[in-house]
């Protein structure tokens, strides 16, 4: 079962799937570790939150050895990425994928001669996008 499009990850799904697609393979002991580093989380926690991500289809479980659970991300990083994208473009800027790139052009710290160019970009796509 994939991912549904409108199944939306929470902030500390997101940070447990931002560990799995970096490692591409890890324990619930494994991304405790990682996110021990910036938060102060309960294995028990982490346990929970990886088997409602496998639950939701995000992440694909296998038995790694006798004790230990191995978790592997099922949906991609760019396809999660996209459906968030799609959802600020369609929810804040009414399906404007020039109104979206304008904004983020404007509060991102791009230079210059990146910003001309993204801008020449968005003007070849015209209004209607």
Same mark, same amino acid.
Request: glycine fraction near 6%; aromatic fraction near 4%.
């Given at each position: ?5 409108? @199944? ?9 799937? @931002? ?5 591409? &393979? ?42 230990? @659970? ?19 473009? &369609? ?14 052009? &404007? ?19 015209? &209004?209607?996008?």
């Amino acid at each position: 079962m994939a991912a549904k499009k409108t @199944n939306l990850l929470g902030p500390l799904e997101l940070a447990v799937m @931002n560990v799995i697609w970096e490692t591409e &393979d890890a324990s619930v002991a494994e991304v405790t570790d990682a996110l021990r580093e910036h938060r102060d989380l309960h294995h028990n926690t982490v346990m929970t939150v990886m088997q409602r991500l496998a639950e939701k289809g995000y992440l694909r479980k296998y038995a790694r050895d006798g004790r230990t @659970n191995g978790f592997r991300p099922k949906v991609a990083r760019e396809d999660v990425s996209k459906r968030y994208l799609d959802l600020v473009r &369609d929810e804040l800027f009414g399906g404007s994928v020039r109104g979206a790139m304008s904004a983020l052009l &404007d509060s991102s710290n791009v230079p210059p001669r990146k910003r001309r160019e993204l801008r020449r970009l968005l003007d070849e796509l015209g &209004d209607g996008s």
